[in-house]
């Protein structure tokens, strides 16, 4: 295998997670006693350039496909987070009814909603056409494609560019970044701005994250990789942010290298300073994640038996993708974990993969009282403990797994 970004022939590994099916690749009941597909979950560092990254051993087109089963308007969190970003956008860029917002990777119109609902023109770019149909009931113009630079070239001959080309957590699932990089630099107006926000690996590596590692995701990305491969392009980052979402993200915002009216902020030098500082342009810092990982493995099964051996019943929440990967890691099936339950109906009276553990409605959890709900995105722990405090009337806690045990 080589390096997706740089070509370089890569020797040495991050972490391996076994074997996993895609983690949005839900069940039927039908489907159950069927074969089931899974890919290796080995995950591999560049020296060359430090892309943390996966071979496509998952399809791109089979994992985005017409049965993709995640909707991004079912977490409140996440749409509080895409209003408070257009309202930022808009003060800080001066977006109106003469501008175009551009989002890649739009999935059902959780963000392009509220640009709309400003006044400003926009179009979503999304692969998937059950997602793409949701947000056409929005009133959201989507094209269902992939991205990159043949698309953007027939946007570009329609006469479509983008005053704001915007992606959030879809940079880590392209398999070819370079052609998606260049396909940004095409689409974008001479005085446009790109923003892209992507889990940080450093938060992955400081906080065991590990559990973020799935097919969907094909790169594991730095600051200074993400400016390497828009510097390439005839890219420049000229602002970086820190954010909350999914454990600790960036948030970084380009312009073409020919667009001088963005002067380049602070806080460019200071991540990629805090990067060299915790050691993510080395190679040694990469090669103890294993061990870290087999820990949570480890203490959660320990929780899990434990509780099993006291007739305790636990169930989870959540059916996200991280959850798949924790469940399938950890060899967890329905009698240490008796079910999960979603806010998607579109995930709802199927099985996860793999472990083939049911997904219910939440009523469930207020009919048999469990003693324990595992919360499996456990970077929603505080919208989910808050929509499910009545757990605590019959003496239930919760748990998170990761970085590690925690019972509350």
């Known amino acids: 295998m080589n390096c997706r970004f740089c070509q370089n022939e890569l020797k040495y590994e991050f972490v391996d997670l076994g074997f996993s099916p895609p983690s949005n690749s839900f069940l039927m009941r039908e489907e159950l006693n069927e074969p089931e597909v899974f890919f290796p979950l080995k995950i591999m560092v560049c020296e060359e350039c430090f892309l943390v990254q996966i071979d496509e051993f998952a399809k791109h087109e089979d994992i985005f496909n017409s049965d993709y089963v995640y909707f991004s308007s079912f977490s409140k969190s996440w749409l509080a987070h895409s209003k408070a970003y257009t309202e930022m956008m808009i003060k800080r860029f001066s977006y109106d009814h003469k501008s175009k917002v551009i989002e890649i990777a739009s999935n059902d119109g959780y963000l392009l909603q509220f640009f709309k609902d400003r006044g400003v023109p926009v179009l979503g770019v999304e692969p998937t056409p059950n997602t793409a149909a949701a947000a056409k009931e929005k009133g959201i113009e989507s094209i269902i494609d992939f991205f990159g630079v043949r698309l953007a070239e027939v946007l570009v001959n329609q006469g479509t560019k983008a005053d704001l080309l915007l992606g959030n957590n879809v940079l880590a699932h392209v398999p070819d970044i370079n052609d998606f990089v260049s396909g940004l630099k095409i689409l974008l107006k001479p005085k446009g701005v790109i923003t892209i926000e992507f889990p940080h690996i450093l938060q992955m590596i400081y906080k065991n994250q590990f559990d973020t590692i799935y097919h969907e995701h094909f790169s594991y990305l730095s600051f200074s990789v993400v400016q390497r491969v828009f510097n390439k392009h005839g890219l420049v980052v000229f602002d970086v942010e820190e954010i909350s979402t999914h454990g600790g993200s960036l948030r970084v915002f380009a312009k073409h290298?020919?667009?001088?009216?963005?002067?380049?902020?602070?806080?460019?030098?200071?991540?990629?300073?805090?990067?060299?500082?915790?050691?993510?342009?080395?190679?040694?810092?990469?090669?103890?994640?294993?061990?870290?990982?087999?820990?949570?493995?480890?203490?959660?099964?320990?929780?899990?038996?434990?509780?099993?051996?006291?007739?305790?019943?636990?169930?989870?929440?959540?059916?996200?993708?991280?959850?798949?990967?924790?469940?399938?890691?950890?060899?967890?099936?329905?009698?240490?974990?008796?079910?999960?339950?979603?806010?998607?109906?579109?995930?709802?009276?199927?099985?996860?993969?793999?472990?083939?553990?049911?997904?219910?409605?939440?009523?469930?959890?207020?009919?048999?009282?469990?003693?324990?709900?595992?919360?499996?995105?456990?970077?929603?722990?505080?919208?989910?403990?808050?929509?499910?405090?009545?757990?605590?009337?019959?003496?239930?806690?919760?748990?998170?797994?990761?970085?590690?045990?925690?019972?509350?």
């Open 257 to 408: 290298a020919e667009n001088d009216s963005q002067p380049v902020s602070e806080r460019v030098e200071e991540v990629l300073l805090k990067e060299v500082a915790f050691g993510l342009n080395e190679i040694s810092t990469y090669q103890s994640y294993q061990e870290s990982s087999e820990k949570v493995k480890d203490d959660f099964l320990s929780f899990l038996i434990m509780a099993k051996r006291e007739g305790k019943m636990v169930v989870g929440y959540g059916a996200a993708a991280k959850g798949v990967t924790l469940l399938n890691f950890c060899g967890v099936r329905k009698d240490l974990m008796r079910y999960v339950v979603d806010a998607s109906p579109h995930k709802r009276d199927k099985f996860l993969p793999g472990i083939h553990i049911p997904v219910l409605d939440e009523e469930n959890i207020k009919i048999d009282k469990p003693d324990y709900v595992v919360i499996l995105p456990w970077n929603l722990e505080a919208e989910i403990t808050n929509q499910l405090v009545y757990v605590r009337e019959w003496g239930g806690q919760f748990v998170t797994a990761v970085p590690k045990i925690k019972v509350f």
